[in-house]
């Protein structure tokens, strides 16, 4: 994959994990809710080489423009394609670890399938009634994604893309292609070199990230006019909130959003696909069905036509179902939605409490409606695939571009972060991850290297084609640290006081405007209150920290002084011959 470097949009919004009810076609629904534990279908073990060739197939196996395709021969294509290299050994290592999970797990399911768990059936039953008394539908959520993004601006610049099957990237890995690509099987986070043994004819097109910020920008400019606080999820996705806008309008949710989708190519040539329901979640299943160049509504306030909808889908289409969990689930017997609820009493006791939720919400079709960064963004991170890169020079310059990225971000958002982590990933495709914690909140990039650059030391020497860096523990800039203020300001401020120190305004006090909070010191000056001297200061923690430090070099002095003229006055009333004690002067160095 190309590494140039994004700089306004390198990060990603992650979005929350969630999934939805499914429904085997050959179980009715209303029965289901009255199934008994003994009639569930038995939690069976997959077959252990076509688990490990599913695995193979990738996260993106489910994308739209693949669904035509014979999946079993593709993934042939892939395991043949891949015996060998270091991706087909990392794969194969990462299965057994899924594999043997996955065992401990049934072997738990065997110990508790027999006993009577109608208590935990009570327990789960009381959980879904608690989670659907927070049921919102009231807001009208839409979920735009444009369709195979990358490849259709470079189909845009050379026209005779369209007609050949295209992707984005190189034999590396791949970011996108394009839908004549897709029908053999090509798609996204894909080897290169995979894909050249799918669809030889294959052209590869380098990235070009000024061409897609350049094209996301107008794209935003028209999400902006009819919700400007929308949430960009990347490049080519964003949530919109179209509730109050409707309120201004006698369009449908459906009219609207196809004006949205008509603006958006009028403004950029560009096609765009749309989900449109009552909460993220089901909006972006939503976006899906009808790509590309297509929209789904699902009525957003129509309770029975959420869980109709949701029951029919597979679990591996709701966001935040991978691979992984698809595996785990299905060996409880869980493929689709309408397979929760009589296992409810089972994933109970087999699942942890996150993800037990988690599959109650997916059950009854709920999702987040927030669209506040500071609520659902916990971290702030970036990485780039390059070529096998080992030599310490290049891996430290890669690191100090990676830092200048990240700085930009934070600086974007208005965060700080005391945690910083690197992710590194080996041409054997293994990952390793180290962090560190510091004293203080940091957010520029020379701080952020000095610390990223002490943990990659730790990794040398290495062979890697990836590597990220990812600030979290984070908090809005703009205010000093609580815990200071809290110790400082509570002190009072006397109007005088004969047992201060006697500090001159130009030995005690410099004024230092902090570059983060000149604009809001200017309207609220924040002041703090010296221990020492009592006096109320405007400064930053590094001039104020300063200024402790004069003032108790200024006790110290003081006190020293004090104790050598009672020295001295009592040596006096002594012995003529004095003992030598050390100066003032020497009793001061530190």
Same mark, same amino acid.
């Given at each position: ?37 003994? =009639? ?49 050994? $990392?794969?194969?290592? %990462? ?5 043997? $999970? ?6 738990? *399911? ?39 993004? &990358? ?27 394009? &839908? ?30 000024? =061409? ?26 964003? *949530?919109?909130?179209?509730?109050? &806008? ?49 929209? &789904? *509504? ?7 036509a959420i869980l109709n909808f949701v029951k029919d889908l597979r679990i591996r289409q709701f966001p935040g179902v991978g691979r992984v969990t698809e595996r785990v689930l299905e060996s409880l017997g869980v493929t689709t939605c309408s397979d929760i609820y009589p296992r409810r009493a089972i994933l109970y006791k087999l699942l942890s409490p996150i993800s037990f939720q988690f599959m109650l919400k997916n059950y009854l079709g709920l999702g ?8 659902? $963004? ?50 054997? *495709?293994?990952?390793?991850? $180290? ?34 860096? %990812? ?13 200071? %203020?809290?110790?400082?300001? =509570? ?27 000149? =604009? ?66 020497? %009793?001061?160095?530190?």
């Amino acid at each position: 994959m190309n590494d140039q470097i994004d700089l306004e949009h390198s990060s990603q919004l992650v979005e929350e994990e969630q999934d939805f009810f499914l429904d085997d076609d050959s179980v009715d629904h209303e029965k289901e809710l009255v199934l008994s534990q003994e =009639k569930c279908k038995p939690a069976t073990a997959v077959d252990k080489e076509e688990s490990f060739r599913h695995m193979l197939a990738g996260p993106s196996s489910n994308k739209a423009g693949l669904g035509s395709i014979d999946k079993e021969q593709v993934n042939k294509i892939i395991y043949e394609a891949s015996k060998g290299s270091a991706f087909f050994e $990392r794969e194969k290592l %990462r299965n057994e670890s899924v594999t043997k $999970r996955i065992n401990v797990i049934l072997a738990k *399911y065997e110990l508790i399938k027999h006993q009577n768990l109608s208590f935990e059936e009570r327990i789960a039953d009381n959980m879904i009634r608690d989670l659907e008394e927070s049921r919102d539908l009231t807001q009208c959520i839409c979920h735009v994604d444009m369709d195979a993004f &990358y490849a259709s601006v470079e189909e845009l610049e050379n026209p005779e893309l369209k007609n050949v099957p295209m992707a984005v990237g190189d034999v590396s890995m791949l970011c996108t292609s394009n &839908y004549i690509a897709r029908t053999f099987g090509v798609r996204s986070a894909m080897p290169g070199f995979i894909a050249l043994k799918l669809c030889p004819q294959l052209k590869l097109i380098p990235l070009h990230f000024p =061409k897609y910020i350049e094209a996301s920008n107008k794209v935003r400019d028209v999400f902006r006019k009819y919700d400007p606080n929308f949430l960009p999820m990347s490049l080519d996705e964003a *949530y919109l909130n179209l509730t109050e &806008y409707l309120q201004t309008t006698d369009m449908s949710p459906s009219q609207l959003v196809e004006q949205i989708r008509k603006e958006i190519f009028e403004s950029t040539q560009l096609t765009a696909s749309a989900g449109i329901a009552c909460n993220r979640t089901l909006s972006k299943i939503c976006s899906d069905i009808n790509k590309p160049n297509g929209q &789904y *509504y699902l009525p957003i306030d129509s309770k029975p036509a959420i869980l109709n909808f949701v029951k029919d889908l597979r679990i591996r289409q709701f966001p935040g179902v991978g691979r992984v969990t698809e595996r785990v689930l299905e060996s409880l017997g869980v493929t689709t939605c309408s397979d929760i609820y009589p296992r409810r009493a089972i994933l109970y006791k087999l699942l942890s409490p996150i993800s037990f939720q988690f599959m109650l919400k997916n059950y009854l079709g709920l999702g987040s409606t927030s669209f506040s960064e500071e609520v659902e $963004r916990k971290s702030i991170s970036c990485e780039r695939t390059f070529s096998a890169m080992s030599e310490p020079t290049e891996l430290f310059k890669k690191l100090s571009e990676l830092s200048l990225v990240l700085e930009k971000d934070l600086e974007k958002n208005k965060f700080m972060g005391r945690n910083i982590g690197i992710k590194l990933k080996s041409v054997s *495709y293994e990952i390793r991850i $180290r962090s560190k914690t510091m004293p203080s909140y940091i957010w520029t990039a020379k701080d952020i290297e000095k610390v990223a650059k002490e943990l990659l030391q730790k990794e040398l020497p290495v062979n890697i084609r990836l590597m990220g860096l %990812r600030m979290s523990t984070m908090k809005k800039r703009g205010h000093e640290d609580e815990s200071l %203020r809290k110790y400082f300001t =509570k002190l009072p401020l006397p109007e005088s006081s004969e047992s201060s120190i006697n500090c001159n305004e130009t030995d005690c006090i410099t004024e230092v405007s902090d570059p983060l909070e000149e =604009k809001d010191r200017t309207n609220h000056p924040l002041p703090l209150g010296c221990p020492i001297c009592n006096r109320q200061l405007v400064l930053d923690n590094v001039n104020f920290n300063q200024h402790v430090d004069e003032c108790l070099n200024k006790v110290e002095v003081k006190e020293i002084l004090k104790t050598q003229l009672e020295i001295d006055r009592l040596a006096s009333l002594g012995s003529s011959s004095s003992t030598h004690r050390p100066s003032a002067n020497k %009793r001061l160095k530190r």
